[in-house]
């Protein structure tokens, strides 16, 4: 069955935001292992100032990508990256997000740089004049805490082409909210990348940068007695309404990719993060 991903987040549509989680045939996630390294060393690290002498990836090396899929795991300071060169964007974005990182002194850089090392990484100019912004996945407002960890973010390996409307909307809002969060609960776990479906043929640029036809994000707060998951998926579109319309579950997620996010936390707990996306316990002020 082919689904319209348009119609699907329409207005009207909304209602149905579950079922538009059929087309993420497409995400490329992280698997098992993204809890067991860090939890011992991470719940000490949200109680620090931040100023981490680490990259946090070397806490989160276990990585699984699914066989076939082009890519290039790359670490920058404070996130990692898998680079799909065929779609000259990431597969995903993954970063670990402290509660005191969300503040710092490190101004918004703008300076966006073409990795070289990366083959297939496109530059800024293949977005000038395409329609779309140059949309970062790991948001540089997560990266105030160190100057490097600020020009690593604008890095083009971290960008995707993202439809205006939702760059400083409705991704934006919910950027905000992560930080938010963060505070509240000492730190999160974050995963976002891009979905594409066969017919998102539409390449913009010189490198022929592939535009998705929707975002996911998977979020994750595993230092708190009771750990909580949510994930969140927006069309590449304008996305009106209230942030809860675009909440699923984690094993939705992973029902209809046939991915494993957590396999590594106790049943019980991955149980418990994965099954439940209560955006009313997450949107709670303290």
């Not at 109680?47 to 990259?55: C, P, Q, W």
């Not at 509660?99 to 293949?126: A, I």
């Amino acid at each position: 069955m082919k689904l319209n991903l348009k119609k699907i987040f329409s207005h009207r549509g909304r209602s149905r935001i579950r079922l538009a989680i059929a087309i993420a045939v497409g995400i490329y996630v992280i698997g098992q292992g993204i809890y067991s390294s860090i939890a011992s060393s991470g719940a000490e690290a949200a109680e620090t100032s931040g100023k981490l002498s680490r990259n946090h990836y070397d806490d989160l090396e276990n990585v699984v990508m699914p066989k076939g899929i082009p890519s290039h795991i790359k670490d920058y300071e404070g996130f990692r990256v898998s680079f799909n060169k065929d779609n000259r964007t990431p597969n995903w974005v993954a970063w670990e997000l402290l509660g005191s990182e969300t503040e710092g002194e490190k101004k918004r850089t703008n300076k966006f740089w073409q990795d070289e090392e990366l083959e297939g990484c496109p530059t800024t100019y293949d977005y000038s004049y395409s329609g779309y912004d140059r949309g970062h996945l790991c948001p540089a407002a997560d990266q105030k805490w160190s100057r490097r960890a600020m020009e690593d973010c604008f890095v083009m390996a971290n960008i995707c082409p993202q439809n205006h409307s939702l760059n400083s909307g409705a991704w934006n809002s919910l950027e905000n909210k992560e930080r938010f969060w963060a505070k509240r609960d000492s730190a999160l776990v974050i995963v976002a990348g891009p979905i594409y479906e066969k017919t998102d043929t539409l390449r913009i640029g010189d490198a022929g940068v592939r535009v998705p036809g929707a975002f996911f994000k998977v979020i994750a707060a595993p230092y708190l007695d009771q750990p909580r998951g949510i994930a969140f998926i927006y069309p590449n579109m304008t996305s009106p309404g209230n942030m809860q319309n675009y909440v699923v579950t984690i094993d939705d997620v992973e029902k209809l990719t046939g991915f494993d996010f957590f396999s590594s936390l106790p049943d019980a707990i991955e149980n418990e993060i994965e099954s439940n996306a209560n955006f009313k316990e997450w949107n709670r002020q303290k």
